[in-house]
């Protein structure tokens, strides 16, 4: 792909947090019309990684680049809204930049909630909350899209439509996509590369189709298999209950990337085909 | 007209309450008002400072409050003390150290009750145009700055992330109402600042559907009780500051009664 593609790119990026590192060796990319998936379990450096993505952290090591005027829209896990400031899902579209009233009611019947309008956004249910920062997202016409767990707390059903809608939003503006998944097994179908984080990049690759598995398809429905993927993990390593990593050949060391010369990304070449 | 000593109270009165409306929108939407609570008192300390110094009282105000909520920034940031002790601390002592100071002062009189409670009543022109001075000044800065401010307080992070410098709203807000404060201490006292702060935005809330219309309404409640209150002081003969306060206080347990909900539906259907 041409280097002008590029949206974002993060090498070898640190981040320490009173003398401990939160997330270390942390190197990827987001280009145009490329959705990337970061799993990994709590505390892992999911969304440390995200916000030196977007510029709200400073690493504390490595460097982050992002494209010249990249226009950015950001969908926060939690939004933590004070009951006290008034705020209906009309306004809420206009937060960060004017848009057009006609547009607003496109992009909200885009998303299935142009009955909500006029609701108050701290009465939202959490599935009609993701579809409206959806929608604000969408209506910025973003070069690149981060969301953080968008489909926490939001129903099965609800989970495959918030994937089809950022889907559509890729196809549609062919934005990249940059998302964390708090699911560690199952992701959106449409991802191109699942990254799995704990502390460092412990593998990645691109997940597989459930759509092919009859198994699935009947575990899932038939609309979810389009929708969702399962993601298979090729560790080498096992990260112990006391935070030190075991590789596959037994020995233990403290930190998996940095300790260990050896080991060190060997497991990011794996091929996932 | 302003001769007449009651008249310049309100003028100056109904100035201040159209400041306060929008700052301390953001006072209750930020949930900054134990915080500027802790700038208030500081001022006490900033008086204190500025006739040591011999420097204009405006000035040592304003770096008072300033310097405090540049302290409280660098302490929260080191993590130890939660900010809701910080501001404990911070608040009670700028308070103490600036009465002590004065204490100390025995060659300087001064009149500790208007400074902590106000005297409204003894404002002179020049006050009432360093009310409408700075007040537009304030008024114009949140106007220009009204989308980014209003993004990074409903999310910081999102605000950062799509290039609208929250770090930058926080501090302008921080400036203004180190601001008000300084001219303001006359008319309610620096006891009684947040009251107005905050009384007039929370009656405010509930009869606002948006952020704009609340910080109109807000304004509006605070005129009405400035209105208010001084007609109070002059028919009971109560210190002025204080039946301000006890005017919005009327008017915010108003807008929890039925009535406000009445009203809000109206407005909506029509």
């Not at chain 1, 990319?29 to 995200?50: A, D, F, H």
């Not at chain 1, 489909?151 to 940059?178: K, P, S, T, W």
């Amino acid at each position: 792909m041409a280097n002008k593609d590029l949206l974002v790119s993060l090498k070898n990026v640190g981040v320490e947090r009173d003398g401990k590192w939160l997330v270390r060796g942390v190197d990827f990319n987001v280009r145009r019309g490329e959705i990337v998936t970061l799993i990994g379990p709590n505390g892992s450096g999911k969304s440390t990684s995200v916000k030196c993505a977007l510029g709200v952290l400073d690493p504390t090591e490595g460097t982050v680049k992002r494209a010249d005027n990249l226009v950015v829209s950001y969908v926060p896990q939690k939004f933590n809204l004070d009951w006290t400031l008034p705020l209906s899902v009309k306004r809420l579209m206009n937060l960060t930049a004017k848009h057009a009233h006609a547009d607003i009611e496109v992009a909200l019947s885009q998303v299935g909630i142009a009955h909500l309008a006029d609701a108050e956004v701290g009465q939202l249910s959490g599935g009609e909350l993701q579809r409206a920062q959806l929608a604000r997202a969408m209506l910025r016409k973003p070069d690149l899209l981060v969301l953080d767990e968008p489909v926490q707390g939001v129903d099965f059903q609800g989970e495959v439509a918030l994937y089809e809608l950022i889907q559509h939003m890729r196809d549609h503006h062919g934005c990249g996509v940059l998302l964390i998944s708090h699911d560690l097994h199952v992701v959106m179908a449409a991802t191109d590369t699942v990254i799995c984080l704990n502390g460092h990049v412990c593998c990645r690759g691109a997940p597989q189709s459930v759509a092919a598995s009859d198994e699935y398809k009947r575990l899932f429905g038939a609309r979810a298999s389009d929708a969702l993927a399962i993601y298979d993990h090729k560790h080498d390593h096992t990260h112990l209950p006391d935070g030190r990593v075991q590789h596959a050949d037994g020995t233990i060391c403290d930190d998996c990337e940095h300790s260990d010369g050896d080991h060190a990304h060997s497991h990011k070449e794996h091929d996932h085909a | 007209m302003l001769d007449d000593f009651f008249v310049r109270a309100m003028v100056a009165g109904i100035g201040f309450a159209l400041v306060t409306g929008p700052l301390g929108a953001f006072v209750v939407w930020r949930r900054m008002a134990y915080f500027g609570d802790t700038m208030a008192h500081s001022a006490l300390l900033g008086v204190a400072i500025s006739l040591l110094l011999n420097i204009n009282m405006m000035v040592g105000v304003v770096a008072a409050a300033l310097l405090v909520s540049g302290a409280l920034l660098v302490l929260e940031k080191r993590g130890v003390f939660s900010s809701d002790a910080l501001l404990g601390i911070l608040s009670h002592s700028t308070l103490a150290l600036g009465l002590v100071l004065v204490g100390f002062m025995s060659w300087v009189r001064i009149d500790l009750m208007a400074l902590l409670f106000g005297d409204i009543l003894a404002v002179s022109k020049g006050d009432i145009a360093l009310i409408y001075g700075f007040g537009a000044l304030i008024l114009v800065g949140i106007a220009w700055a009204w989308r980014p401010l209003i993004a990074a307080t409903v999310n910081v992070e999102l605000a950062q992330a799509e290039g609208m410098h929250p770090q930058r709203a926080r501090i302008l807000l921080m400036v203004f109402l180190a601001v008000l404060i300084a001219v303001a201490m006359k008319i309610v006292g620096i006891l009684l600042i947040t009251a107005l702060l905050i009384i007039p935005a929370a009656a405010a809330r509930r009869l606002s559907a948006s952020p704009e219309q609340m910080v109109v309404i807000a304004s509006l409640i605070g005129v009405i009780s400035v209105i208010g209150g001084l007609n109070l002081s002059l028919a009971y003969d109560t210190p002025s500051g204080p039946s301000i306060v006890v005017a919005a206080l009327i008017v915010f347990l108003l807008s929890l009664s039925p009535i406000a909900v009445i009203w809000r539906k109206k407005r909506k259907a029509s």
